[in-house]
Each structure stands twice: as structure tokens, then as C-alpha cells.
């Protein structure tokens, strides 16, 4: 994924948490890792990258790696879309294959396409959702991990308040 | 997609048309830490699932200036002169986070309107400076506003121009974040021939239409003579003026105009300053129609108000002097009038006298009288008023008491005469 070189995992505030497996392992697998990067920023040049304003553009990556002594399969990452964030529609991929779904419902349910009904011209027709909507991204990890392999998901988000453009594409 | 799921999009669609409308999300504010928290689950081989693990990051929101100016007096049209008139300004802070403002301010056109205070949050300020330094401790919070009010007097004689004030306020944060609106400012005209409200017909200001001199004036019959009318202009503001000349008869009446201002015919236009005036003149001839009376009037009608409007005119009685002579013989030495016969060696003298029963004076008044052959001219008698001359029997007398016979007046001279 071309974006993935310009993330900086150890530079922005990296919150880490830990948690033990309900299940039995043999070891727990590296937890999984988020950095935040301003696009923004870094295109114009600003020299407080950390912060960001109003408009800019956030590329948030994760990276989950699997440090367990076997393989790992149904890897699922999901990101919340926090409040004050607006997802670039289109914007979410990974460096290994995966289906990439999305939720405007509060996670309840997932869909590669989120639509919304709509009436035009008195009927009723589905309308791909406006970005604003969507409130999680799940990328779900095709196959097996083999120990030691990780991957690493990205998606890009608005931090509100200026919404550049009239779709609402990712760059 | 489940009914569940359906049910939810259409509840939320709503929202989706008001909040997406104008593609602008609510601002985040200056501060705000974004925290963004994923999670990932997975399982073995085996099936075997594991707790989720989760990462997360935080973004903080700096600050993203904005200054929105609202004009809300954007087309003023105050009087001129008038005071303390006011231009309302809001100054808006869309921005993410709290700012202050400094104010500039541009006028367009110098000297119709003069700025004579600031006025924020009840008080007036003199200056700009004031009025910044004031300012350089008012918060405006995000999404918060301020009114500023301009006070500012129009100056007299203004009506009709035009001139745009700009105010412009600037990020005390972001110094080049900055916002503008301008106000034109057109001061109403008011359209007055002669001074407002009581020139025209009179009431003790200035007349829009006055004669330049006597009024009621006599005229030979001839041609180019002129009319002098001052006209002027009692509005606040520059106002063309049409001038219009007509006579009080119709038909036979003896005046003919012959040009307003310069221009031949009966009308022109001409602009005038506000609170200024112009000599007008009128070109006219006079028919020869003696003892006919005219008048010649002159009217002013405003252009920017056709309604306003003044005249005055001339009377113009048509004069023209009527001489007529009597002439009679007397004798020389008794004054008697001739009678019966005469005899060689006789002396007579010729009276005549000269009367100008005309409404006019006479000027260059002279008689010619050739003698008989039967006479020999002898000398002048009772003459004073004359200057005469024979030559060759030919008498010529020219009236030299005063420059002119005036009109009701008699002159008499007498010649002495023998006969032969």
C-alpha cells in the first residue's frame, strides 16, 4: 500500500493496550498497534504535524501482527470511527488481501456498500450512504497469518469542520 | 441487508439530509483530542479464539482561524447633511477556537462622509486605534460574534454621490485570515429649484427663476434683444435643469424668442452645482406692433425631479416714438399770424414746432426745410433749443436741448424770412 512508508508508529502517541486471551495459547500475539498521520500537514509542510485542524486529512493505520507460535486465521480489525472524524470513502485497504467492510449502524452490522433509502421523484430508491454515516471500517484478514507475519490495515479520515470537495472521495 | 438493518438506514436518513446539506460537519473544536481506539480478534487453527486485542491513538485538534464580516447596513442612503448616522457590522468568529480581531476600515471617496466613532459593546470609541486597543481584550469564542457600529456624519451638498465604506477585520491569531463587507453609502439628493422648501413660488428663501433687473421693461420693435434670468439650484446635490421660454401670448404677440442660454429655440439644459447659480439669457425680438404688451417668461424644471420647478418673466410693452410738425408763418414784428396777403419786402418768420406724441423718446431729431424762392432767409429767432444751418435756401435744424425729444414733448424754432 503506497501510504504505508510514510507511517511513523513510535511518533504519535501510540496508546497501547494489553489483554490476556480468554482461550488457551501458548503466547499472546504482539497487540495490535495504531499511528495516526497528518496528511494534511505533511503536504503543506506544517511544522506541528501532531496537530491537526480542521479539515485535515488523518491516515490512520493498523498493525496487527501475529507473534503467537502458530497460525492465525478470521483476523478482524475493526476501528470505530471516533467522533470529530469523517471517513474518505474509499480510502480503507491493507497490505494483504482482505474484505474490507464498513458500518453505519454503530458496528451492528457490516456491508462492502452502505446504502440508504431515499425518495426521489416519489419512489423509493437506495442511495450509496454519505461518508458522514459511517461509523466503523473491518478489514477481515483473507486466510491464514503464519507466525510472525503481520498485516497492516489503513484507512483515511476528516477531521471535521471543513470538508473539502463536493463527493467526499478519497484523494 | 436485514429488515433490522434497513429500518436503521431510514431513521438515519433524516439526519443525513440536514446535516450532509451544505457538506459541512460540525467544527471540531480547538483542543479536542480525538482518541481512536481498533480492535482485532482472530483464532487459531483450531478454532480457538482469543481475547480481542486493541490499539489506539490520538490525534489533538489545533486551531483553524476564521473571520466572517456581515454587513448588516449594506445600502445606506442617509441625508446630506445629516449626523451621527450608523453602518452595523457583525464580526464572526467561524472558527475552531477562540480569536480576537483587529479592524481596519477604507472609505472610497474622501469627504462625504466623515467617520466619528466606534461603538462596541455600548461604548464609542474616537478612533480606530481606541477602538483596537478595546478590542485586543474581547474573547470571541468559537462560533461567537461581535458588532461593531460605525458613526459617521454626512457632509452638506452630497445628495446624488456615492461613496463605500469598508470595513475589514483581521485574526489576532492568524494575521492573514481576514474578512471584509463595504457599504456603499449614498446620500439622498434632494431636488430644489431655489432654495428647498422655500424658494419656487416665494416664502422667504431663494427663487429658483428670478429677472436680473426691472421687470417691467419697454422695447422698440427690434431684433436680439436679451433677457437676463438667474437661476438656481436649491438641492443638495448636482441637478440638471430645464429651461424653458415662452411668451404670455399667443398669435400676434410681438415677442419672438430667439435662443435660451445659446442655444436657438425655446429650451436648454444646463447642470448646476448644488447651492449655485447661473446668469441666463434669453435672445428675443420685437415685432413692430407699437403699444402691444408681452410677457417673457423663463422656467426651471429640475431633471432629477421634474415636479420641482420655478419661473419669472419679463412685462414688455412695445414703445416706439411719433413725431409730428406744425409749421406756421407769423409776422416778424407783431408774432401775429400771417393773414391776407403779403407784400415784397415782408418779414415773416416760420414757426414750427416738433411734438413726439410717440410712448418713446426721440432721439437724432431733425427738420428740413426748403425755402420757398420767394424768400430769402434771413436768420433764426426763438431757436435755443436748435442747432440750424441754411445752405443754398435749404433750412436744416437738429434738436440739441437734450439727447433725445422725449416722449409728450414740444420743440419749437423759428427761421426769419423776407419775401422778395
Known amino acids: 500500500m503506497k501510504h504505508l512508508r510514510l507511517l511513523s508508529l513510535g511518533m504519535l502517541g501510540i496508546a497501547l493496550v494489553w489483554t490476556r486471551p480468554v482461550a488457551a495459547q501458548a503466547r499472546s500475539p504482539k497487540p495490535l498497534l495504531m499511528a495516526a498521520h497528518n496528511v494534511t500537514a505533511e503536504a503543506a509542510g506544517r511544522d506541528n504535524k501532531a496537530v491537526a485542524n480542521p479539515g485535515d486529512v488523518i491516515r490512520y493505520a493498523l498493525v496487527f501482527k501475529n507473534t503467537t507460535a502458530g497460525a492465525v486465521k478470521n483476523v478482524e480489525l475493526v476501528d470505530p470511527l471516533p467522533k470529530g472524524m469523517v471517513y474518505l470513502v474509499g480510502s480503507a485497504g491493507a497490505d494483504r488481501p482482505v474484505r474490507v467492510e464498513y458500518s453505519i449502524d454503530g458496528g451492528k452490522s457490516y456491508t462492502a456498500r452502505p446504502v440508504v433509502q431515499a425518495v426521489a421523484d416519489g419512489q423509493k430508491v437506495e442511495q450509496a450512504a454519505p461518508r458522514e454515516m459511517y461509523t466503523h471500517v473491518r478489514w477481515t484478514v483473507l486466510g491464514s497469518l503464519a507466525p510472525g507475519a503481520q498485516v497492516t490495515a489503513e484507512l483515511e479520515a476528516q477531521v471535521s469542520g471543513q470538508v473539502n470537495g463536493a463527493s467526499g472521495e478519497a484523494k | ?420
Not at chain 2, 65 to 71: L, N
Not at chain 2, 278 to 286: D, E, G, L, R
Not at chain 2, 323 to 330: D, E, H, N, P, S
Request: net charge negative; aromatic share 6%; with cysteine.
Open chain 2, 1 to 420: 441487508m436485514s429488515r433490522h438493518i434497513k429500518w436503521a438506514y431510514r431513521l438515519a436518513l433524516t439526519a443525513v439530509f440536514v446535516s450532509v446539506g451544505g457538506r459541512v460537519a460540525a467544527q471540531t473544536p480547538e483542543g479536542t483530542v480525538i482518541h481512536n481506539t481498533a480492535t482485532a480478534t482472530y483464532t487459531d487453527l483450531n478454532s480457538n479464539t482469543y481475547a480481542a486485542v486493541s490499539g489506539s491513538v490520538d490525534v489533538t485538534v489545533g486551531f483553524l482561524p476564521g473571520i466572517t464580516v456581515a454587513d448588516n447596513t449594506p445600502s445606506p442612503t442617509p441625508a446630506s447633511p445629516s449626523t451621527a448616522d450608523t453602518l452595523s457590522f457583525g464580526v464572526s468568529n467561524p472558527g475552531n477556537g477562540t480569536d480576537s480581531v483587529t479592524i481596519a476600515e477604507n472609505i472610497s471617496v474622501a469627504g462625504i462622509m466623515t467617520v466619528t466613532g466606534y461603538r462596541y459593546s455600548g461604548t464609542t470609541f474616537a478612533t480606530l486605534t481606541d477602538l483596537n486597543t478595546a478590542l485586543s481584550s474581547v474573547a470571541i469564542a468559537e462560533a461567537g460574534s461581535i458588532t461593531i457600529q460605525v458613526v459617521y456624519d454626512v457632509a452638506t451638498n452630497k445628495g446624488g454621490l456615492n461613496t463605500h465604506y469598508t470595513l475589514t477585520a483581521t485574526s489576532r491569531r492568524s494575521l492573514t485570515t481576514t474578512d471584509n463587507k463595504t457599504s456603499s453609502i449614498s446620500p439622498a439628493q434632494t431636488f430644489c429649484v431655489g432654495t428647498c422648501g422655500g424658494g419656487g413660488g416665494g416664502g422667504g428663501g431663494t427663487r429658483g427663476v428670478i429677472v436680473d433687473g426691472q421687470q417691467h421693461i419697454q422695447k422698440l420693435p427690434g431684433n436680439g434683444y436679451t433677457a437676463v434670468y438667474n437661476v438656481y439650484n436649491g438641492g443638495n446635490g448636482t441637478d440638471g435643469f430645464d429651461l424653458i421660454a415662452r411668451r404670455a401670448t399667443t398669435g400676434s404677440a410681438p415677442i419672438a424668442i430667439v435662443s435660451v442660454n445659446g442655444v436657438t429655440g425655446d429650451s436648454a439644459r444646463i447642470t448646476l452645482a448644488p447651492t449655485s447659480g447661473m446668469q441666463i439669457t434669453v435672445v428675443y425680438n420685437v415685432a413692430d406692433i407699437v403699444g402691444a404688451t408681452d410677457s417673457l417668461f423663463l422656467k426651471a424644471r429640475s431633471v432629477g425631479n421634474p415636479t420641482a420647478s420655478d419661473q419669472d418673466y419679463y412685462d414688455l410693452v412695445v414703445v416706439k416714438p411719433n413725431l409730428t410738425l406744425a409749421k406756421a408763418a407769423i409776422y416778424d414784428a407783431t408774432s401775429l399770424p400771417v393773414s391776407g396777403t403779403v407784400v415784397p419786402g415782408n418779414i415773416l418768420r416760420y414757426r414750427i414746432t416738433v411734438t413726439n406724441d410717440g410712448t418713446t423718446d426721440a432721439v437724432s431729431v431733425q427738420v428740413t426745410d426748403t425755402l420757398p424762392a420767394q424768400m430769402t432767409y434771413l436768420g433764426l429767432a426763438n431757436s435755443a433749443d436748435w442747432t440750424i444751418t441754411q445752405s443754398g435756401g435749404v433750412v436744416t435744424a437738429n434738436y440739441t436741448a437734450a439727447s433725445q425729444l422725449l416722449a409728450g414733448q414740444s420743440s419749437t424754432f423759428e427761421v426769419r424770412v423776407s419775401i422778395n
